[in-house]
């Protein structure tokens, strides 16, 4: 599961959202509902990008509030910038998918951290076949230590890099020909839109 749902402080926090039989990723409703009044600690009705954060932080991952702004884009279907109850379900489906993708490449079992070629044999295994450059330069912005190896929090960015990167292309690309011819401001708003 997700980090947030990592049990730090067994008896402050509410039950791990759990699978129903409909599908793996379908979690409980009481028990999401639980962990929803948790994250949204100013009991708005829904969830901001700095509670996201502090909670990803209490499971583990630190991110910067862009890398979470860019988490919430994923499941914001009304445009507020900030996740309802509803959107907190495609949340929790969404990191836990990400994470279920980095639990299946191989990792160093020391470290928990998966190697540059792993991730590259493992991205081509989702559809992504990127040549040499295009991946030195992937791992170049998300392997910034030069480590040789990411661990989540790192492949969590990248998966968002590039599921924004396709998004961004698609809506220059509705014909789907795999090519696009774009102006300076068209160029500029595919840059800032795949971040």
């Given at each position: 599961m997700w980090p947030l749902t990592r049990n730090r402080h067994q008896q402050s926090q509410p039950q791990q959202p759990q699978a129903v039989a409909q599908g793996p990723k379908r979690?409980?409703?009481?028990?999401?509902?639980?962990?929803?009044?948790?994250?949204?600690?100013?009991?708005?009705?829904?969830?901001?990008?700095?509670?996201?954060?502090?909670?990803?932080?209490?499971?583990?991952?630190?991110?910067?509030?862009?890398?979470?702004g860019c988490i919430i884009?994923?499941?914001?279907?009304?445009?507020?910038?900030?996740?309802?109850?509803?959107?907190?379900e495609r949340l929790h489906e969404?990191?836990?998918?990400?994470?279920?993708?980095f639990t299946r490449l191989k990792s160093d079992p020391a470290t928990?951290?998966?190697?540059l070629p792993e991730v590259a044999l493992g991205l081509k295994s989702y559809g992504y076949d990127l040549?040499?450059?295009?991946?030195r330069a992937l791992f170049n912005r998300f392997d910034p230590t030069r480590s040789g190896s990411m661990g989540l929090q790192e492949f969590?960015?990248?998966?968002?890099?590039?599921?924004?990167a396709n998004a961004t292309f698609k809506a220059f690309d509705p014909a789907n020909t795999g090519?696009?011819?774009l102006n300076y401001a068209q160029f500029l708003y595919a840059a800032v839109n795949s971040n």
């Open positions: 979690p409980d409703f009481a028990s999401l509902r639980q962990w929803f009044d948790k994250v949204d600690t100013d009991h708005s009705g829904h969830i901001t990008a700095q509670e996201l954060q502090a909670a990803l932080l209490e499971g583990g991952l630190n991110l910067s509030l862009g890398t979470v884009r994923q499941v914001d279907r009304d445009g507020t910038g900030t996740v309802s109850l509803a959107e907190f969404f990191l836990a998918s990400v994470q279920d993708s928990g951290r998966v190697s040549d040499a450059a295009v991946q969590l960015a990248l998966t968002l890099f590039l599921r924004s090519t696009v011819h």
